[in-house]
């Protein structure tokens, strides 16, 4: 190895200057562990870095680790809490179904969650659908053990007024056609 490689080696292993790791070769004859010896003796090895640690005792956590910890299981219990939700909101939405009839004629049964989905993808299709077939005689309704009969009694009114609505427009033109 010549010169120029041991003063390499010294700096990158020491963490010192080039100039530094060649006056401690030079001052201790180039032998490599004698001018590591001494940049340690005078100070300048790792050059102000902490020096490694090895213990088999725990360290207490800083108030960082801590945060970070907590942190870390404030999210966990969140995204658990999430999970828990959704699950039981499918459970809820395939237990029970909606019901479309026309003339007391049940035309489709499907699960809420089905029906959720459709009304998400297809949006505007599927509330022009359901606003004219209300106009059409269609009658909609939820049944399941989960189902409160205060959302049936609402959707109920609110059919019986768009069926009012059309046999009153029905009326009207029959009194017209009449005269």
């Known amino acids: 190895m010549d010169h120029y490689e041991m003063v390499e080696k010294l700096r990158t292993k020491a963490n010192v200057s080039y100039e530094e790791a060649k006056a401690a070769l030079e001052a201790s004859d180039w032998d490599i562990l004698d001018a590591l010896v001494l940049l340690e003796n005078e100070g300048k090895v790792n050059n102000g870095e902490t020096k ?4 088999t005792q725990e360290k207490p956590q800083t108030k960082a680790q801590w945060n970070n ?3 870390k299981a404030k999210v966990s219990d969140g995204l658990s809490k999430l ?3 959704i699950k039981k909101l499918f459970t809820l939405g395939n237990s029970n179904q909606f019901v479309i009839r026309r003339n007391n004629e049940e035309l489709v049964s499907m699960p809420i969650t089905v029906m959720a989905l459709l009304m998400i993808v297809f949006w505007p299709f ?3 659908v359901l606003f004219v077939g209300l106009f059409l005689g269609a009658r909609y309704s939820f049944r399941g053990p989960d189902v409160n009969k205060n ?3 609402f959707m109920d009114k609110a059919q019986n007024k768009a069926a009012s609505a059309v046999e009153i427009h ?5 009194e ?3 005269e």
């Open 151 to 153: 959302v049936n009694d």
């Open 69 to 71: 910890a907590d942190t």
């Open 126 to 128: 599927s509330l022009i």
């Open 52 to 55: 490694a640690e090895y213990t």
């Open 170 to 174: 029905v009326e009207k033109n029959d």
């Open 176 to 178: 017209n056609k009449v």
């Open 83 to 85: 999970w828990a939700w």
